[in-house]
């Protein structure tokens, strides 16, 4: 499986825009990048995710690098709520056991009043 | 409300007592998973299931067992539970787009449950 590499943490002040950042140096063609996250005692939550374009959702935002060997999600304006562990995962295309989402360390965010 | 529920959400059990973990979905998923999140080794899959009566190991299998009898349902069971057991367990579904007899893309968003504490003592 291609493997993704997060920084252990970052901080944020409340209010201001937070960029997540991921390399995935190894990852191929038909790799789609996810990102979940996962609130304290909660079940990991779906955040957004792409293949090559830019995207947007009313949560965060994804930027991909052209070479598509990195990504970045942004949350535009942190909240106290988004302090959680954000995994960015790799997803083979296709069904079966490629529905399997890999998980790896995440980065845990800390928001700050 | 799209929901994956699991229970119970905390158990305390001794070894060699079977149990069920139960987990339900309400959204008419094919695809339903079952993971354990452990410290420092992160979530990983147990079991899977593409459908009805159709389900296959994951990365960490062994001790536990699984069926599908129907679409919404997909029980954990171990049989003998042992402290190494001892886990977060989460369940998770998501659907798939058919695109053919062999072939199928999963809709790529998977919805988790709340999670089951569980302690083998």
């Known amino acids: 499986d291609a493997k993704t590499t997060q920084p252990n943490s970052m901080e944020s002040n409340e209010e201001e825009p937070v960029h997540l950042p991921c390399n995935h140096s190894t990852i191929s063609g038909t790799d789609y990048i996810h990102w979940y996250r996962q609130l304290p005692s909660q079940g990991p939550e779906y955040v957004i995710h792409g293949l090559t374009s830019n995207v947007n959702n009313r949560m965060a935002s994804l930027a991909i690098a052209e070479d598509r060997k990195s990504s970045t999600l942004i949350l535009h304006r942190a909240t106290l709520r988004d302090a959680a562990v954000y995994y960015c995962?790799?997803?083979?295309?296709?069904?079966?056991?490629?529905?399997?989402?890999?998980f790896g360390k995440g980065i845990t965010l800390s928001v700050r009043p | 409300e799209a929901q994956v529920t699991q229970n119970p959400r905390y158990l305390i059990t001794v070894t060699g007592k079977k149990l069920t973990v139960t987990c339900s979905q309400n959204m008419n998923h094919e695809y339903m998973s079952w993971y354990r999140q452990d410290p420092g080794l992160g979530l990983r899959q147990i079991y899977y299931s593409m459908n009805v009566e159709v389900t296959d190991k994951g990365d960490v299998p062994e001790g536990y067992k699984v069926s599908r009898k129907e679409k919404r349902n997909f029980p954990l069971i171990l049989e003998s539970p042992s402290p190494n057991q001892t886990s977060l367990y989460f369940c998770a579904s998501s659907s798939y787009t058919y695109q053919g007899p062999n072939y199928l893309i999963a809709k790529n968003i998977q919805y988790f449950g709340a999670g089951t504490r569980l302690s083998v003592l």
């Open positions: 995962i790799l997803r083979p295309l296709g069904g079966g056991a490629n529905s399997k989402l890999t």
